[in-house]
């Protein structure tokens, strides 16, 4: 079965300022997608960034973007310029694309604190 | 925002009652999922659907139901509340076509 490890419960950043947020995950599998969820307090779950296992290169989605390495499955968020909006729970989440099931399995969480 | 609706939103309930909660989709997503959030153990999976009456379990499906009649709607039954079952309850929806899912916006269950 797969799983996903997010290792930091906790992170704090200076407005401004840099922060890489770490996701390790199991699989046998070849083929696959990851994706980063962000948690504000209004508890709505927001699709921050995606990635295809098959894609060499590393996604990005403006201040936000990935370092992915398939064969340590490693796959760490790095927010850039961080703002205050960006303090949230952040979700690290694994999903097999040769199933016909589409199962989502997350890590639990990071919460992350951005001080001004 | 993919048309997701969860109700209710907050829900207070005595321990051994029966609690229904619904997910309501208005995309004509093949896959839906019910999951709960608890501090610590992130989102975990209760059950989920691949298509209308075909439903399987989750990692965390004890004391769980649901029923899938319509592809709009997926119903979460707890037969007999428990403490253990005060959580946050996200319903989810893909289609094969989509990689991400998308989520509603939860249900707080407190159980007492």
């Known amino acids: 079965a797969q799983t996903v490890t997010q290792s930091q419960p906790e992170m704090s950043v200076q407005e401004a300022e840099t922060v890489t947020l770490s996701c390790t995950y199991d699989t046998s599998e070849s083929d696959y997608y990851l994706f980063w969820y962000k948690q504000p307090p209004s508890r709505q779950m927001i699709l921050v960034i995606r990635?295809?296992?098959?894609?060499?290169q590393n996604a990005t989605e403006n201040r936000f973007s990935v370092n992915f390495q398939k064969a340590a499955k490693s796959f760490s968020l790095k927010i850039s310029d961080s703002q205050l909006g960006d303090a949230a729970m952040y979700f690290c989440a694994y999903r097999s694309a040769s199933t016909g099931t589409y199962k989502y399995i997350f890590g639990t969480g990071t919460r992350l604190k951005v001080l001004a | 925002d993919a048309g997701i609706t969860q109700s209710p939103r907050h829900k207070v309930t005595e321990t051994g009652t029966p609690v229904t909660l619904r997910c309501h989709q208005t995309e004509n997503h093949r896959y839906m999922y019910w999951y709960r959030q608890d501090p610590g153990h992130g989102l975990r999976l209760i059950h989920y659907s691949y298509g209308v009456k075909d439903t399987d379990k989750g990692e965390v499906s004890d004391g769980y139901s649901v029923s899938r009649s319509k592809t709009e709607d997926f119903l979460l039954t707890l037969e007999s509340a428990t403490s253990s079952q005060t959580s946050v309850y996200f319903c989810?929806?893909?289609?094969?076509?989509?990689?991400?899912?998308?989520f509603g916006q939860g249900t707080r269950l407190t159980v007492v």
């Open positions: 989810a929806i893909t289609e094969q076509m989509n990689t991400e899912a998308f």
């Open positions: 990635q295809e296992a098959y894609k060499q």
